[in-house]
């Protein structure tokens, strides 16, 4: 299953004047909790850039439905599925813990580059399985 | 008008490993430009937090079409308007200069909270004239 | 005994375009554990801050050692002690794990704030007993 | 001379829930002066990495006298000049503007890498004048 779940926890520094997480945070977690899952999978984000393949995101929502604070305690929830040949599509979710509230929903677009132009996912290594 | 532009450059610490601007960033080239629109218009983000009064991100949208990198500079533009009576949406555009590339766009809806709960933009200091 | 220790990982955001944690990154390693720390004997950054107390760094010198770079596991040393009525010295120390090199070396003065002046630490909440 | 200043203003993200820039910030600030001060002398550090030269910084120390909040105009003022053959000195402050406080003041090692090792200065194209 593309599925994969990461538990993380608010840092006070993430926190902006309004003592609540600042919106772009939240990519920050969106991101990681991708970047671990494709290592579950093999997948190297960094050692990809390396071999000259870049995975970038082209296309971000996010409905933002409540705001994490100092202390919360969170998972990251992500599913993913291929569109067509050249995107992949996240589906994410933060849900506070324990209590079961949601934070953030998101649909993240990623597509896979090299040279600075689009390849087919099922040609980065690692990905044919998806 | 409801329209504002705020010149940037690319600060490097905002380039991550792939060497480009990092997705999470441009939310703050985003926020920071709607900040400075507010501030133009008399609008103090957060001396409105101060008195009780939050303006937080309901929902974004982004299209990333072009990779800003270390040395770029760029406009932030905005255009806004309210939508009902609970919501304003800021379409938002960032073109690389002097190329005009349109780097990214991106469609941000802000709603205003006092003790949490939604209220009318109308009855906010400042937001009669939108 | 005032010692504690954190155990994190490099996220791929926080390497900056030479591939490796920028040197701003390490603070945040820091005090996220130095509030961990204090959390972990009963003291919230977070809570002291809403009743009117402000813990805020003074000095920080830092040795930078070795390079974390993406995928890097690390543990945060801290060991603090008392200096004078007025300041809290954190020793702090990130060793990447399992090999055991020492990323940085840090010193740490805090001091607590009240309505902007410096308050003795014994008077704090929490600090009775350093 | 080696002089340089920069002119910048707070941008409201950079605050923490303190409703004070995070002290890492400050950080982000130098670098980005350090970094402005290079390219006004011909030394661009992305290119530089990109040629397999590294300049990172090898200690920091800080002294935090006044918090910067938000809408705060400043301007961060460099000084640097050469100690031994392997080290480039960088005298920093940061000074709120227009009543002239001063918010930190720094002191900045930095270095150059090849291939993870400490090259001369002198070596480094640019830094012969310095």
Redesign the interface.
């Known amino acids: 299953m593309n599925t994969f779940e990461l538990e993380l926890e608010v840092?006070?520094?993430e926190?902006?004047?309004?003592?609540?997480v600042?919106?772009?945070?939240y990519?920050?977690y969106l991101?990681?909790t991708r970047?671990k899952f494709l290592?579950s999978r093999g997948i190297?984000?960094?050692k990809l850039?390396n071999e000259g393949i870049?995975l970038?995101?082209?296309?971000?929502?996010?409905?933002?439905k409540y705001?994490l604070?100092?202390?919360d305690k969170f998972v990251v929830k992500l599913n993913t599925h291929k569109e067509g040949h050249l995107r992949m599509v996240f589906e994410q979710e933060i849900v506070k813990i324990p209590d079961g509230k949601t934070a953030i929903k998101a649909r993240v677009i990623g597509v896979g580059l090299k040279n600075g132009r689009p390849i087919k996912i099922d040609s980065i290594p690692g990905f044919e399985s998806f």
Request: hydrophobic fraction near 30%; proline fraction near 0%; charged fraction near 25%.
């Open positions: 840092r006070d520094y926190c902006d004047l309004q003592g609540i600042n919106n772009a945070v990519l920050n991101e990681h970047h290592l190297d984000f960094a850039h870049d970038v995101v082209s296309r971000i929502e996010i409905d933002y705001s604070t100092s202390g």
